[in-house]
C-alpha cells in the first residue's frame, strides 16, 4: 500500500502562485508514473501533468507555460509549480502514481486550490 500526501494549497489572488508537494511513503523510483491531476466542482477530474521515472514531462494545454511538474527522489516528493493562477485553475488537486510492479494506482487525499478574481 502506497501513501500519498499532499500539501501545499490554499487561497490565492489571480496572478498569484502556489507550490504542491506530494510525499510518497516508499521510494519513488517504484512509482512510475506520478503525475497530478484536479477536480473542479461539478466537473470531472482531469490529468493536469505527468512525469516518468526518465524525467519526461507533459502538461495539459491550459497549463503550459504557467506550471512546471517536478520530482526529488531523495526527498520521495512530487511537485507542481504554479505561476499565474487563474480562478479556472480552482479545484482539489490530487496527487496519483503508478506502482511499477503490480500496475496499481494509488491516490492521495487532495489539497483545495482557490484562485480568486
Do not use: H
Not at 1 to 17: F, K, N, P, R, T
Amino acid at each position: 500500500q502506497v501513501q500519498l500526501v499532499e500539501s501545499g494549497g490554499g487561497l490565492v489572488q489571480a496572478g498569484g502562485s502556489l507550490r504542491l508537494s506530494c510525499v510518497a511513503s516508499e521510494s519513488i523510483f517504484r512509482l512510475n508514473p506520478m503525475a497530478w491531476y484536479r477536480q473542479a466542482p461539478g466537473k470531472q477530474r482531469e490529468l493536469v501533468a505527468t512525469i516518468s521515472n526518465g524525467g519526461s514531462t507533459r502538461l495539459v494545454d491550459s497549463v503550459k507555460g504557467r506550471f512546471t511538474i517536478s520530482r526529488d527522489s531523495a526527498e520521495n516528493t512530487l511537485y507542481l509549480q504554479m505561476n499565474n493562477l487563474k480562478p479556472e485553475d480552482t479545484a482539489v488537486y490530487y496527487c496519483n502514481a503508478r506502482r511499477v510492479t503490480t500496475g496499481r494506482q494509488y491516490w492521495g487525499q487532495g489539497t483545495q486550490v482557490t484562485v480568486s478574481s
